[in-house]
């Protein structure tokens, strides 16, 4: 998309609002919830299906809620979820079942948001305007999605649009000058649906050490425009179709060696989303897909002193995917849902030697079947094809038993896996300053020969020739859970996990080098294992006020690590007498970044005559561990921990105009808790102001 | 309705209690030390100055030697080791009490660099050296006789290496300024129980 298009469909869009301003009004239920149970879901099957039957744990976050909080961006709702960590490392990303934002994947309307950095999809890209509600199933869901899904899934769902002409101006300015504005518009006949919004989101940047006279995250401002349009042709058959823009200008600046460097970072993410849906009988119905994404990063960075260039730095990305999905309702208690699909990966980039390019095939087929009106049984399982690792059958079984209309019981299990990524197999890096190599493994050898012959290299570690391919990372996963719905207006859910991951990859050294630095390469290493249980509860104490909170326990361990302090041969020291002492069992702290405990808690109160809203969080994340002190590589003394803290949120709001004007005031972090060290993306107190008009005709 | 409510709730609270008693329950055994009870005496070695330039020390004699001399075992310099008259080493993984025989074999008179074997280095910012844990120094000294060497700090007065005055570099101590503890086996057995 050309920018003078952009710029004609913002122009449009703006107009439809302009136009629109006498519209009539449309009073919007005033009174918080209604039955969560009943809702419909898609991504836990890839069918339409009320969460009361599934037999997998799924979390869905309403539009309403998001707004009645006051938040713009994905970051902001998932730091509220329990059992969600939000982890910073080139980025901001999330943590799901103790595992780290790798291993989650994101979607929009069932379709992957690519783009990730070291692993970190950059959550704040995605704004929370013109959706309908997300759904987060945590636990691997391979068995439709492929790799990535190992943690979980996190699905955007957009708004369809009410009939006739609706729309809506939003804004929310604050704390760092960061501003967030988007127009939507939507319009809807019988047969033609339209919406699209533009929304600016920018930041004056923060810095958490202001004597180092630089920031902590840089001034940045983002664009992202978005259409959907769908077309009936007839009662069996529509066709929809999706554009999605994100635009990111950011001004980097930081020290290099105590000499200022600056430049300007831009990324650029496009995606085309057409499906065809036919429904041939009551009991057939086809889904074809076809998806297209790219992923654009550019940065070039000079010294300030001398003008001289420090690094420029590109990255192009491209997935191209089209897939069939078709629905056999084969009895009212019986539904077989199966899919093919085919997908072309490219990657061309500073870092990679020329344009990289995977293809891949999969087949995943899934029966859903209701027994006796209280069990309902998923069986399912996907087969992935790849052109350069090890193809993956990814197999899932879940089972619900409904006791009585209060208490349904929930178990699966189910297997789930990580496609090694571009940087894995092709990375080709050296550090010019501080003299190591990482090479990808498809490339490794003949990297490593090249060295060789330049006389780099003093000792080879490992002969590349004696490696065994990479694979993909897998994991079984099983879960056993309960969700319950004693009285009406309560609901709580607990669910005990555990994920046993083998074959992960991780970095080792593989030869010296001449200047006594590393050559690196992946390897299949080690295996982990995560397990915990959650609990969350919410109860509608009456129409207008709301409460809820959750706890997640979590433990995180490295299979090799855990097998030495239980062993006895995990030492550290005595902090009295510095003398050796073997690590106890107790003080093992397992990975690095994994909250042991976490809570949240939640209330929400409307005052119907005034129409004012207030929402008040708090959100607690226990310690985790983050650097070793002691020299034995592991977690295990208080002084390896970032300190646990609380934050509280808050938000105020009232609508005037029928419920159409809504003025609101956020306070995010309170208490402004900030922790300059470790948390990068904790800019301490937030204030917002925000202001929205909406309209339907 | 109520009763049945609070059943549920009762049901409910049991079965989390019950998920978290089952993740603790696997923690919570088996952590009480095992360690040997030592029969020969520990030496301990405070504040041995390496400061000024390398230090010579003699296991048998216990104590600081002139370079000359041909009773020094182990030589302090920085981070790094070396061996002299005869003297062999080696690195050996463990908890210093429970290192009850000394192998007989697999000894060296390389020199050994420290960093990376018996002591971490941080890196920035705080550059500290501390005693890796877990390490034990093996000697066969000069003399034949079997010793085993934990260091315990690099620092003048064994200062606690999280402490504020110890991160800041101006009120930090001197460095190369040894603690160890050892044993040396006088009879010329392997045991060091």
Not at chain 1, 25 to 36: A, C, Q, R, W
Not at chain 1, 125 to 132: E, H, Q
Not at chain 1, 619 to 642: A, H, T
């Amino acid at each position: 998309m050309n920018s003078a298009s952009l710029y004609i469909l913002s122009l449009s869009l703006i107009s439809i609002s302009l136009h629109a301003q006498q519209a009539n009004i449309i009073f919007e239920g005033d009174t918080l919830g209604s039955n969560p149970l009943q809702e419909v879901v898609v991504t836990a099957t890839r069918t339409d299906k009320k969460i009361e039957e599934l037999p997998i744990p799924i979390t869905t976050i309403t539009s309403k809620e998001i707004k009645d909080r006051g938040m713009v961006r994905l970051n902001e709702i998932l730091a509220e979820q329990t059992g969600l960590a939000l982890v910073g490392d080139h980025g901001t990303g999330v943590q799901m079942q103790g595992f780290d934002a790798q291993y989650t994947m994101i979607l929009i309307d069932g379709e992957p948001v690519i783009g990730r950095t070291s692993g970190t999809l950059e959550l704040p890209r995605i704004t929370m305007s013109n959706i309908d509600r997300i759904e987060i199933v945590k636990g691997p869901s391979s068995s439709l999605y492929g790799s990535e899904a190992m943690a979980g899934v996190i699905n955007i769902i957009t708004k369809t649009p009410k009939k006739g002409l609706s729309g809506e101006l939003s804004t929310r300015y604050g704390t760092n000058e960061s501003a967030d504005v988007s127009i939507d518009a939507a319009f809807r006949t019988d047969k033609f649906s339209f919406s699209g919004f533009v929304n600016r989101f920018s930041n004056g940047g923060y810095s958490l050490m202001p004597e180092t006279g630089f920031q902590t995250v840089a001034p940045f401002a983002a664009y992202t425009i978005t259409g959907k349009t769908g077309y009936q042709f007839s009662e069996k058959t529509d066709l929809n179709v999706s554009l999605r823009y994100y635009d990111n200008s950011q001004d980097d600046r930081y020290a290099v060696e105590s000499r200022a460097v600056s430049g300007v970072g831009l990324q650029r993410d496009f995606s085309f989303f057409p499906s065809l849906t036919h429904r041939f009988s009551d009991a057939h119905t086809s889904m074809l897909r076809f998806y297209r994404a790219t992923y654009k990063t550019e940065s070039s960075i000079s010294y300030e002193d001398t003008e001289e260039l420090y690094d420029e730095t590109f990255f192009d990305q491209g997935f191209t995917r089209g897939e069939i999905q078709h629905d056999y309702t084969m009895r009212s208690n019986l539904v077989l849902t199966s899919g093919l699909g085919a997908q072309y990966e490219t990657v061309e980039a500073t870092r990679y030697d020329d344009k990289k390019s995977f293809n891949s095939g999969y087949a995943y087929a899934q029966l859903d079947w209701k027994l006796l009106d209280r069990f309902n049984i998923i069986a399912g399982g996907r087969y992935d094809m790849h052109n350069v690792y090890k193809s993956q059958f990814s197999p899932k079984l879940a089972a619900s038993y409904r006791l009585n209309k209060k208490i349904t019981f929930l178990a699966s299990a189910s297997r789930g896996y990580k496609a090694p990524d571009f940087r894995q197999l092709y990375l080709n890096f050296s550090n010019a300053v501080a003299g190591y190599s990482v090479f990808g493994y498809e490339d490794l050898q003949e990297n490593l020969q090249r060295l060789q012959d330049e006389g780099q290299i003093s000792e080879v570690l490992i002969d590349p020739s004696t490696l065994s391919k990479l694979n993909a990372e897998s994991s079984w996963a099983y879960n056993i859970g309960v969700r319950m719905r004693p009285v009406d207006n309560l609901i709580a859910n607990v669910n005990i996990f555990r994920n046993d991951v083998d074959n992960l990859i991780s970095t080792a050294s593989i030869a010296i080098k001449t200047n006594g630095q590393s050559v690196f390469s992946y390897f299949n290493r080690n295996a982990v294992f995560t397990q915990g249980t959650e609990a969350d509860l919410t109860y509608l104490l009456s129409n207008t006020l709301e409460i809820g909170g959750g706890i997640q326990y979590l433990e995180a361990k490295d299979v090799d690590e855990w097998n030495m302090v239980k062993e006895g041969r995990a030492y550290t020291r005595d902090p009295e007498t510095s003398q050796t002492v073997a690590v106890k069992r107790s003080e093992y702290g397992g990975l690095l970044s994994r909250s042991k405990y976490m809570a949240n808690a939640r209330i929400s109160y409307l005052e119907t005559r005034s129409g004012i809203r207030l929402s008040l969080r708090w959100n607690y994340r226990g310690r985790y561990g983050i650097r070793d002190v002691d020299g034995n590589g592991i977690i295990n003394l208080d002084s390896e921990y970032v300190k646990g803290y609380s934050l509280f949120n808050g938000s105020i709001s009232k609508s005037f105009l029928n419920n159409n004007l809504r003025l609101q005031f956020t306070a995010d972090n309170m208490l402004g808790f900030t922790n300059e060290e470790y948390i990068s993306y904790l800019p301490g107190r937030l204030l917002y102001a925000g202001l929205s008009y909406s309209f339907s005709k | 309705m109520e009763i049945k409510f609070n059943t549920l709730k009762m049901l409910s609270v049991a079965f989390i209690l019950g998920a978290f008693s089952l993740s603790f329950a696997s923690c919570s055994k088996n952590d009480e030390d095992d360690n040997v009870i030592p029969e020969l005496e520990a030496e301990t070695v405070a504040d041995l100055d390496g400061s000024q330039g390398p230090v010579f020390f003699s296991l048998s004699t216990g104590t600081a030697v002139e370079e000359s001399a041909t009773t020094w075992d182990i030589k302090f310099n920085n981070s790094n080791f070396s061996f002299g008259n005869g003297a062999e080493a080696q690195v050996m993984e463990g908890i210093f009490d429970n290192l009850v025989v000394a192998p007989s074999s697999a000894y060296s008179m390389e020199d050994l660099a420290g960093i990376g074997s018996v002591y971490t280095y941080s890196g920035p910012p705080n550059h500290i050296v501390t005693p890796t844990p877990g390490r034990i120094l093996v000697i066969k000294t000069h003399d034949n006789k079997y010793a085993k060497i934990e260091l315990i700090s690099y620092y003048l007065g064994n200062p606690d290496t999280n402490s504020e005055s110890f991160i800041n570099l101006e009120t930090r101590p001197d460095s190369r300024i040894y603690t160890f503890r050892y044993i040396i086996q006088p009879d010329g057995s392997t045991n060091l129980k």
